[in-house]
């Protein structure tokens, strides 16, 4: 091999190992770096959406403090409860109508789907939503439990489908009534409709092409997904994943009450980078999350321009040593 030959083969030796090395590095802190920004924004995104969360549930405690306080309220609920058997009977009839004036514009003024009282054993004895009456009045809560914990104090049950057939997501909200003197005559109940706070969870502002946000709790040894998810529109409610399993791993930790950021697995079994939160008042986990190829798709365009910069070389050395 002539000299000049070896001189530049040494050239390229010499020069080409550098490179490698240093497109490695450069590799290495481009995707730590990406790695970095994109998880201090799935952070500030998560934080957001936790406090929006927290503020709007904050708005329907004042709403409910504020209900409590009604002196129309407290005076004529105990009036509908003794008359409950006699709808007819002209003090049912006036308590009814001075409850309607006040409670009709909060329940539109504060978009509720319905505001219900109930008497001293938990059955609905006013409904604002006229719809309800045939299906509600005299009768007791579909889920005991709300009335029990509402007796005690402000109480918001699970989310839950509405009335049946009925696809949308409701909670309820419940506080105890006092009268006058200060006794328990009953409780007042806020049918909350879930659709204002999803398309709010589910903005994916922020969260490019890919990324979502959602929300879960823990049910027994499950996870149970409570919003609409990006690739599972229907799964509000039915979608549930085992503590046990190795995917949706944002979400498990979540709902345990674990607050967080890293590169786990979604619920597809997808690698991702992701946050997640925990609610402590509504009991809910909240996970924001960007699959991991797009996150790092700008990593790869770069590792793809390394891989190409010795192929050049490589090129060129043929061409020194052969030259046509």
């Keep these: 091999m002539p000299l000049k030959s070896k001189f530049i083969l040494l050239f390229f030796a010499f020069t080409l190992i550098p490179l490698v090395l240093f497109g490695a590095i450069v590799f290495s802190q481009a995707r730590n770096i990406l790695r970095t920004v994109r998880t201090a924004q799935l952070d500030a995104i998560a934080d957001l959406k936790k406090d929006k969360i927290e503020t709007f549930f904050q708005e329907r405690v004042a709403d409910v403090r504020s209900a409590q306080a009604f002196r129309n309220i407290r005076t004529n609920l105990p009036v509908l409860s003794a008359y409950a058997g006699d709808r007819t009977a002209p003090a049912y009839v006036q308590a009814k109508k001075a409850l309607d004036d006040q409670m009709k514009t909060f329940q539109q003024a504060f978009g509720y789907l319905d505001v219900m009282l109930l008497d001293d054993r938990g059955n609905v004895v006013y409904t604002g939503n006229d719809g309800h009456s045939v299906v509600e009045l005299d009768l007791p809560l579909r889920n005991r439990k709300v009335f029990e914990e509402g007796k005690k104090g402000i109480y918001f049950s699970d989310v839950f489908f509405g009335m049946e057939g009925d696809r949308r997501i409701e909670m309820i909200g419940t506080a105890p009534i006092r009268d006058l003197r200060g006794a328990f005559v009953g409780a007042i109940v806020l049918e909350i409709d879930m659709a204002p706070i999803f398309k709010f969870i589910q903005d994916a502002t922020g969260l490019g092409t890919t990324g979502e946000a959602l929300i879960v709790r823990q049910k027994g040894k499950e996870t149970l997904f409570l919003s609409p998810l990006r690739h599972d529109p229907n799964a509000a409610l039915v979608k549930v994943v085992s503590l046990r399993e190795k995917i949706a791993l944002p979400a498990i930790k979540a709902a345990k009450g674990e607050n967080g950021s890293g590169i786990s697995y979604d619920y597809r079994g997808e690698e991702v980078l992701a946050a997640w939160r925990y609610i402590p008042y509504l009991r809910w986990g909240l996970v924001t999350k960007i699959d991991a190829s797009e996150v790092f798709a700008p990593v790869g365009q770069l590792l793809t ?18 030259p046509a």
Excluded: H, K, T
Aim: one cysteine or more; aromatic letters at 12%.
């Design 305 to 322: 321009v390394i891989i190409c910069v010795p192929s050049m070389f490589d090129s060129l050395e043929v061409q020194v040593l052969y």
